[in-house]
């Protein structure tokens, strides 16, 4: 028979209050005053990251999931492309879309050779790159022909070494799907398992590696380039 | 009182002291090859501090590799709390629209980073089920959830930090340890933990504030 039993949300104090937000107990209006004097009152925030701080070891028991790449598409579509209104020519909007646009362009001109059969698995395609390196590749994937496409934009390989192509699915240890052939293009045939997990939105990388490849299956030297698979 | 990241956080504390302190020498705000720490070095809690200062920055780059470090920890946050797929995935993305318009907040936080991330996640799924749920609509459907959460043997073995909550969960009575869990991790109300243990709801509201401040207590000893 305390008082607390009888009390609104306020009466065990700010600290208290504090404490029931982070849990995650109160109703929506109370979550709602929470939220507002977490905006208003640094004090009040105070209490609230104390608390956050406290409790989240507790959040080591959620598991990893890897969400599916749509998600991350959609997220795209909804904080990058924004519709062009107003002032078109000076919207960075719009020139950012034109350049989005123009990659596109030229990613449907690369996949053009690998249209032909035209109902299959939708193609993705990646642009490989990385800060503090000149290498750049462009690579389609073809389910149906269950290989991968690159185009050699630019950067050279240093003699004695190979650039090696690898898919890294989430926290996971890279793949090798083997060393790139010298060349503007190249075709690469991939195994069903790596197959499998390209469709759900892997990452491409290159690294330099020792001619031949790594001989340690796994990346030995620097990335040089790297991308997500995107549908086209 | 604004002390910075790498500060606490079981799993991100232990990390290499020496690596940390090579990057507090460094400007902040140089990631010196993005593809070279890219993928298959796990990251550091300063690497992620530095891709959220870089997404305040409306760092796209910097924003993509965040999302491709944290946003599978985050849909498992939004899952649990949710308990269903298309909803998660529509607030993992509401969570990263948040994370790129209000990463310069993390700045003023008192948080680690991936707790950061993890209360923004965590605050988005529960509000949405408070928005969703009518109360008492919901109360078979908490029934129906088993609770995965570690148990006492399981945590103590965990140890660190994250063992030293589940002690001090050990030490309340077993049925408020439980509520204090489900509140936290599945983000059930007082109205459902009261029907849930079958106790009236300001019962419920006292155990959980009692059970807070003694939780409060064992973890400051």
């Known amino acids: 028979m305390t008082r607390a039993e009888d009390d609104g949300p306020e009466s065990g104090g700010d600290d208290l209050f504090a404490a029931e937000y982070v849990l995650g107990v109160l109703a929506a209006d109370e979550r709602e005053i929470a939220s507002r004097r977490i905006d208003a009152d640094a004090a009040f925030a105070h209490l609230v990251d104390a608390w956050e701080a406290r409790l989240s070891p507790m959040a080591d028991a959620y598991p990893e999931t890897e969400p599916p790449i749509r998600v991350k598409e959609a997220l795209d579509r909804r904080l990058f492309v924004a519709e062009p209104r107003a002032g078109l020519w000076s919207s960075l909007a719009f020139w950012r879309g034109l350049a989005a646009a123009s990659v596109a362009a030229l990613a449907i001109y690369i996949a053009v050779p690998y249209l032909n059969p035209p109902a299959e698995p939708p193609r993705l395609i990646a642009s490989l790159a990385a800060d503090g390196s000149d290498v750049r590749y462009l690579a389609v994937y073809d389910a149906a022909r269950r290989e991968v496409g690159l185009s050699h934009v630019s950067g050279e390989r240093a003699a004695g070494k190979d650039f090696e192509l690898w898919m890294i699915e989430g926290k996971n240890a890279p793949v090798s799907m083997g060393v790139i052939p010298a060349g503007q293009t190249a075709r690469m045939t991939i195994s069903p398992a790596v197959q499998q997990k390209l469709a759900q939105g892997a990452v491409l990388a290159v690294s330099l590696e020792p001619t031949g490849g790594s001989p340690t299956g796994q990346p030995t030297g620097p990335v040089v380039a790297a991308g997500d698979l995107k549908s086209i | ?221």
């Not at chain 2, 269903?84 to 790129?100: C, S, T």
């Open chain 2, 1 to 221: 009182m604004l002390k910075k990241v790498g500060s606490f956080s079981s799993t991100e504390a232990n990390g290499a002291p020496g690596a940390q302190e090579r990057f507090r020498g460094r400007n902040t705000l140089q990631l010196p090859n993005l593809g070279n720490c890219l993928i298959w070095q796990p990251m550091t809690p300063q690497d992620i501090s530095n891709l959220i200062v870089r997404t305040s920055m409306k760092d796209r780059a910097a924003f993509d590799l965040l999302y491709r470090q944290t946003s599978a920890k985050l849909f498992g946050v939004c899952l649990r709390v949710l308990k269903d797929r298309g909803e998660a995935e529509e607030a993992l993305q509401e969570v990263f629209v948040k994370i790129w318009t209000k990463a310069d907040r993390f700045a003023v936080s008192e948080l680690s980073p991936i707790s950061w991330l993890v209360a923004i996640a965590r605050n988005h799924a529960i509000d949405r089920i408070r928005a969703r749920r009518e109360p008492a609509a919901y109360i078979d459907a908490a029934l129906d959830v088993a609770d995965p959460a570690p148990g006492p043997e399981a945590a103590a073995v965990a140890g660190g930090e994250s063992g030293r909550i589940y002690r001090c969960l050990d030490e309340l009575e077993k049925d408020r340890a439980a509520a204090v869990r489900g509140a936290y991790l599945e983000g059930e109300s007082y109205a459902e933990l009261a029907a849930r243990h079958d106790v009236p709801l300001n019962t419920m509201r006292t155990w959980l504030r009692r059970s807070l401040l003694k939780l409060r207590e064992c973890l400051e000893r």
